[in-house]
């Protein structure tokens, strides 16, 4: 997922420290590219044209219409589901087949469950993802980097489970410190962000027509910093 990320530009800057002009408010935005698509299959392959397919907690990242939703062989009054994905330490960024120039022990973990109750189901799902930034000019040492992703929410069907209805709290956190060595340790946080913001989505899936209709809506996250840098601003993730 593609994030930007209002935050310290000393600590990202792409040159060396010297040869930047000095941060004297607010004023800039940092791109910052979380690396490659991450998901369940169906939804990587749809390039993220998921909203109106969603049928479990997996898919609650794209509708919380998900926590309700259900498969068509999903009959039973109380149903569980839980789902985990991992991605292990790896140097291949940006899915190109090789090491990037700047990163390095790219990895992902995400975890979710759900509980459905006839037609109400309520979930959690949590994703995070760490990476470092590799020492060069301008970093003394490698820097880690932490995103995290939380979504606890509930959706309800109407109409024969035609109509589902959900809503999710959305809390998201960003932290980053300088790595002892190497091998990413984390010797000290120095900037760590916290924030969090409403979901909402809605499915429909007629019983007698060859469509779905999904449509979910979420605001952006503006978090502030726990543990600022002189001059560090909000951070925001857009919807």
Known sequence: MRGKWLCAALCLSAGPVAAQRPITSNGFTIDNHRGPVMGPSRSVGLGGAYAALVDGVD??????????????????????????????PQRNWDNAGGAGRDFADFSVVQFGLGLRFGQLGVGWLGT????????????????????????????????????????????????????????????????????????????????????????????????AASTPLVGAGPVREPA
């Open 59 to 88: 898919g609650v990242v794209f509708n919380p219409a998900g926590f309700a939703a259900r498969s068509v062989g999903d009959l039973g009054w109380f149903s569980p589901d839980a789902t985990l994905s991992l991605n292990f």
């Open 128 to 223: 995070g993802q760490t990476f470092l930034l590799a020492a060069r000019s301008g970093l003394e040492r490698p820097m880690s980097v932490s995103f995290q992703i939380h979504r606890l929410g509930a959706a309800y069907q109407f109409a024969r489970g035609e109509i589902t209805v959900g809503v999710a709290a959305r809390i998201g956190t960003l932290s980053m410190g300088w790595s002892a060595d190497a091998n990413g340790i984390v010797a000290a946080r120095f900037l760590e962000y916290a924030g969090a913001s409403p979901e909402f989505g809605v499915l429909w899936r007629p019983a007698d027509r060859p469509f779905r209709v999904g449509v979910a809506w979420r605001p952006e996250v503006e978090a």
